[in-house]
């Protein structure tokens, strides 16, 4: 069965305090993953797609990885309007799989 | 719009009746999926439409959800006999069909319908 698992399933960063968010995941034959953020009372935004490992993404303050057991989402010196839940999400042949999220709050 | 579109944004019922959710999806856009996310919660697969194959409905919870998809246009979601653990958002999402080879190509979510039953 494909798992996705997210960790941390919380994190608070102070402004300015990079970190990096995990997307393990278990799946037979991997097709893409894709990572989201969701804000309160919204429906998740598409960030990135990562198709290979060794793969990276970046798009201002964030970058996505790729290697062949897991993801991470990086992020450089965050801001408050930062905070939100990430979610990944990983498709295969047969089906899609999201992970739990990580919710990050950032401190100003 | 060029977005996936969710009709109502919020939707109070009582308990035992009837609702309806509406879904309307990104032209050209022939996958089309459902969601449940109750408070804080992750995302709830429900059913996926994709093209003129049968829906995958193996994530409805019970009997009493159904789904309908009108050629590669509107979804609506039905939930009857409406109890308190439906209370939710219901999210729907679009995407190309990786049935087709777009695995890449990742899903637009609307902002989703709120449920409360009371």
């Known amino acids: 069965e494909d798992q996705v698992t997210q960790s941390p399933e919380a994190l608070r960063l102070q402004e300015g305090e990079s970190s990096s968010l995990n997307c393990s995941y278990t799946?037979?034959?991997?097709?893409?993953l894709f990572w989201y953020r969701q804000d309160p009372g919204k429906g998740p935004e598409f960030l990135f797609t990562?198709?290979?490992a060794g793969e990276e993404k970046e798009k201002e303050r964030l970058k996505a990885t790729l290697t062949k057991k897991e993801s991470f989402l990086h992020i450089t010196a965050p801001k408050p309007e930062d905070s939100a839940t990430y979610l990944c999400?990983?498709?295969?042949?047969?089906?899609?799989?999201f992970g739990s999220g990580t919710q990050l709050t950032v401190l100003p | 719009g060029a977005g996936v579109s969710q009709s109502p944004s919020n939707k109070v019922t009582e308990k035992g009746k009837d609702v309806e959710l509406r879904c309307d999806p990104i032209?050209?856009?022939?996958?089309l999926y459902w969601y449940r996310q109750r408070l804080g919660q992750g995302l709830e697969f429900l059913i996926y439409?994709?093209?003129?194959?049968?829906?995958?409905k193996s994530g409805l919870p019970s009997d009493r959800f159904s789904a309908e998809r009108t050629g590669e246009s509107v979804s609506t979601l039905t939930i009857q006999r409406t109890q308190q653990e439906d209370s939710a958002v219901y999210l729907c999402?679009?995407?190309?069909?990786f049935g087709q080879g777009h695995y890449n190509s990742p899903l637009h979510f609307g902002n989703g319908t709120r449920l409360t039953v009371t």
């Open positions: 799946v037979s034959g991997l097709r893409g």
């Open positions: 032209s050209g856009h022939t996958a």
């Open positions: 439409f994709q093209g003129n194959s049968a829906p995958d």
């Open positions: 999402a679009s995407s190309l069909d």
């Open positions: 999400a990983v498709r295969t042949a047969r089906q899609l799989t």
């Open positions: 990562l198709y290979s």
